[in-house]
């Protein structure tokens, strides 16, 4: 089993929607728990980070994390066609490193 | 304040070849990772250093690689000799206790061995 696993999609949705994008993940003694945006050919950029249950909401952003469930998801509101990239959902285990999901995919169709 | 700062940008060698990567991370930044993302993918830890310690380098592959942290600030990574699936990307990232270990990237290296 893959410490962190997301969709890879592609997810499409159309300018106007709500993105969602969902991330499970394996440790159960996780505590941090971030989003990166990636845009092709660039780094990942952190755009969330959550450490306790429940939501946490920054603009247009919302994260959400379940440590019951082992799962952690991001929804983008009002999505923009600036918002197509690929999405990172990444944990930091129990020994401090940092474990990345493969991504999803999103577009956001005008 | 500057960002991780990664040399150089893009790199093509044949194999068998050495090469050097090198980061400078955050200022005031004590912990420095290293990854590598190929296509489609996460990225994927290579090596961590808290100030100039490396404390986790299971992932290194280290008959080829290796890292060097001197001074607890700037860092190397080297591959000698590189093979052809050593194409990637190579990301420096820094954190910080103070920031609750959010990670910030630099922009990376794109190695291609031909």
């Known amino acids: 089993q893959k410490e962190v696993e997301q969709n890879s999609g592609p997810l499409s949705v159309p300018e106007g929607a709500i993105a969602s994008l969902n991330c499970t993940y394996s440790?159960?003694?996780?505590?941090?728990f971030f989003w990166y945006r990636q845009y092709s050919g660039k780094s990942p950029e952190l755009i969330m980070s959550?450490?306790?249950?429940g939501d946490k909401e920054d603009g247009r952003f919302t994260a959400q994390l379940n440590k019951a469930s082992q799962y952690v998801s991001l929804l983008i509101r009002d999505s923009q066609p600036s918002d197509s990239a690929t999405y990172l959902c990444?944990?930091?285990?129990?020994?401090?490193?940092?474990?990345f999901g493969a991504g999803t995919r999103l577009t956001v169709k005008p | 304040e500057a960002g991780v700062v990664q040399s150089p940008r893009y790199k093509i060698i044949e194999k068998k070849q050495p090469v050097a990567f090198w980061c400078n991370p955050i200022s005031g930044h004590n912990t420095l990772y290293w990854y590598r993302q190929n296509l489609g993918q996460g990225p994927e830890l290579l090596i961590r250093?808290?100030?100039?310690?490396?404390?986790?380098d299971s992932q290194l592959p280290k008959d080829r690689f290796s890292a060097e942290r001197l001074k607890g600030v700037d860092s190397t990574l080297k591959i000698q000799p590189a093979e052809l699936g050593d194409s990637a990307v190579y990301l420096c990232?820094?954190?910080?206790?103070?920031?609750?270990?959010?990670?910030?990237f630099g922009p990376g290296t794109r190695l291609t061995v031909t």
């Open positions: 990444a944990v930091n285990m129990d020994n401090n490193d940092m474990r």
């Open positions: 250093y808290e100030n100039e310690e490396a404390v986790d």
């Open positions: 959550i450490y306790s249950n």
């Open positions: 990232a820094s954190s910080s206790r103070d920031s609750l270990y959010e990670q910030y």
């Open positions: 440790d159960r003694v996780s505590q941090s």
